[in-house]
């Protein structure tokens, strides 16, 4: 685990990829105090890392807010006392897909429209934004950072990680990028796998290059990894997601 420290009172606690995979996990801390709001829990052995970094400091965990509701981002929460647990109106559903207690994960308060959360001297907006995930979440703080979720992936050193459609929606994947694009405005991108991005040079090129592969798929639904590279000049890790991406659109 490694602790990247942002700014003051804004943490990263990074967690490299682990044996045959190249993907690892950020978990993100913003303290009030002595208190805190984590951005996602990851998988279980994760958050309890955090957790005990967070009790060896003496601070509390208050918020919890989850960009979606997938095993790698949830695992932490029932170990999670007598805190508020934020999410998308659509946790249930995705839960109920991967989770067989997923009555242990339900979050506590339910953002449906544009939603702004105060602690301390942060403010959260928080927006739907069903992506990767129908459940998916954008969340902007301090009008500095946005938390995209898995609707942009990375490795740790910042190679990109192929878009993944997990609910096999390609245009809704599409229209999450042009959201993140539309609020950017000299924002870091936090990523819950892979680098932060803070040059905009490069966090616009990211982008560009995952919404040329989404509308590729939509209009080539079987071509093959191969000819979109050939034909792009693209590449990205984690190329065999791309077979998972071409099973029927939802309508």
Known sequence: MN?????????????????????GVNIF???????????????????????KDLDEKGIKISKVILTHFHPDHIGGLPRVKDADIIGSVFAKSTLMKYVEDYQNY?????VGDKTEIEFGKHTFVLELNGGHSKDGLLITLNDKYIF????????????????YCSDKDVNAHINS????????????????????????????????????????IKENRNASYEDFNNETNISFLGRDWHVLNQIEEVK
């Open 3 to 23: 602790i990247i420290k942002l700014e003051e009172n804004i943490f990263v606690y990074q967690f490299g990829p682990e044996e045959g995979k190249f993907l």
């Open 29 to 51: 801390m913003i303290q009030s105090d002595n208190e805190c709001t984590l951005i996602d829990t990851g998988f279980r052995r994760h958050f309890l890392q955090v957790k």
């Open 106 to 110: 339900l979050p506590t308060f339910l």
């Open 148 to 163: 995209v979720g898995d609707d942009v992936i990375s490795d740790n050193s910042g190679n990109a990680s192929i878009p």
């Open 177 to 216: 990028i042009n959201n993140i694009i539309s609020r950017l405005g000299n924002k870091q991108i936090l990523p819950s796998h892979g680098k932060v991005l803070d040059n905009d040079e490069d966090i616009m090129s990211d982008l560009i290059k995952r919404s040329t592969y989404l509308h590729y």
